[in-house]
């Protein structure tokens, strides 16, 4: 410094000590920070396992989805081998599962009414190849027969 103050360099000099008083504040704010930041972690304590992200809960989870996924494909598939025309699965859990009914379990039979109000008529046509295809299928639950049958049903 003594050097370059005797061959008149003092302006630089000047801006290297501002520039360097800028970078020792800078290096301060970042050493407290990480200080801040080590105290923090100690505080939280050791690594826990979160429960929502336990593997097993998923995996059963996916399984769950896949096997479900499954069964509603090969239901269709049966489904579809009953049906004149080719319907795809959205329209069938539309035109079918999405709609309201009622259920009767007598001691002899279990019977379904699908609520056709609001229906148009191509719809109506289709849902009825499709209740003729479930009552193809003699589907059984609990060793009784399943019937399923179109009712305008009041909303």
């Known amino acids: 410094m003594a050097e370059s103050e005797s061959k008149g360099h003092g302006t630089r000099l000047d801006q290297r000590k501002r520039a360097l008083v800028v970078v020792e504040k800078d290096l301060k704010d ?3 920070n990480q200080a801040k930041l080590i105290e923090q972690a100690c505080a939280t304590g050791p690594p826990q396992e979160r429960a929502d992200r336990d593997f097993r809960t998923q995996t059963i989870m996916t ?3 896949l096997l479900l996924e499954n069964a509603l494909m090969a239901f269709m ?3 579809c081998e009953h049906l004149p025309s080719k319907v795809s699965l959205d329209c069938i859990l539309r035109i079918l599962f999405e709609r309201s009914g009622a259920r009767m379990e007598t ?3 279990v019977v379904y ?4 109000a609001g229906v148009s008529l191509p719809y109506r046509r289709l849902l ?4 003729e295809g479930l ?3 003699e589907l059984r639950d609990q ?3 399943i019937r399923v049958y179109l009712k305008d049903l009041p909303p």
């Open 30 to 32: 970042a050493q407290h």
């Open 63 to 65: 399984i769950r989805t």
């Open 77 to 79: 598939v049966a489904l």
């Open 107 to 109: 001691v002899s039979e």
């Open 113 to 116: 009414w699908v609520n056709t």
């Open 128 to 131: 009825a190849e499709v209740v």
């Open 135 to 137: 009552c193809a299928m």
């Open 143 to 145: 060793g009784k027969p």
